[in-house]
T-cell receptor, first 111, second 107 residues
Framework: GAGVSQSPRYKVAKRGQDVALRCDPI?????LFWYQQALGQGPEFLTY????????KSGLPSDRFFAERPEGSVSTLKIQRTQQEDSAVYLC?????????FGQGTRLTVV | GESVGLHLPTLSVQEGDNSIINCAYS??????FIWYKQESGKGPQFIID?????DKRQGQRVTVLLNKTVKHLSLQIAATQPGDSAVYFC??????FGTGTSLTVIP
């Protein structure tokens, strides 16, 4: 596709459930970022990949959060044992520096 | 993380007027700053960036000013249109976003 694609678009999870969020970046983009955006707030950085290497994961809020990009293209953000405070929109962006292209995000609601 | 904040959470302007959105930052070592526009239900959209060694950069209908002395960044939108209504974020490098300013354009 022409843009960054994220799936699912919406996810409702029961507390304690594991979830996996997918990001398909623009083909050829080396850099990939994940962000968490709470309602009414700016995106908060979670983690950053360059190809398959995870260069920065300082923003991951706990060890329940895990991200991977095994072949340097598609990336998955996994959240284990989801909690209510994990409810947010999860955004993925890929770019040739410095312009970033964002997906529409996955809205995660933990009930 | 570093502090990137906005002075005003909301801004309303008349169609055709110029808009100015402000942003303060705290990390003087940042290499560049980026402005994004986010419409409801969509991901942020890149507008313009400015390197830390520049004071001003112009794009189509937009101008970004950087004042390193007071650690202040602004986005000026000329002849604001209804389609400019959105939330605007400044970001420090690719990592730190401000809270955002909601711009409403009144027809």
């Amino acid at each position: 596709g022409a843009g960054v694609s994220q799936s699912p678009r919406y996810k409702v999870a029961k507390r304690g459930q594991d979830v996996a969020l997918r990001c398909d970046p623009i083909s050829g983009h080396v850099s990939l970022f994940w962000y968490q955006q709470a309602l009414g707030q700016g995106p908060e950085f979670l983690t950053y990949f360059q190809n398959e290497a995870q260069l920065d994961k300082s923003g991951l809020p706990s060890d329940r959060f895990f991200a991977e990009r095994p072949e340097g293209s598609v990336s998955t953000l996994k959240i284990q044992r989801t909690q209510q405070e994990d409810s947010a929109v999860y955004l993925c962006a890929s770019n040739p520096f410095p312009e970033a292209f964002f997906g529409q995000g996955t809205r995660l609601t933990v009930v | 993380g570093e502090s990137v904040g906005l002075h005003l959470p909301t801004l309303s302007v008349q169609e055709g007027d110029n808009s100015i959105i402000n942003c303060a930052y705290s990390n003087s070592a940042s290499d560049y700053f980026i402005w994004y526009k986010q419409e409801s239900g969509k991901g942020p959209q890149f507008i313009i960036d400015i390197r830390s060694n520049m004071d001003k950069r112009q794009g189509q209908r937009v101008t970004v000013l950087l004042n390193k002395t007071v650690k202040h960044l602004s986005l000026q939108i000329a002849a604001t249109q209804p389609g400019d209504s959105a939330v605007y974020f400044c970001a420090e490098n690719q990592f730190y976003f401000g809270t955002g300013t909601s711009l409403t354009v009144i027809p």
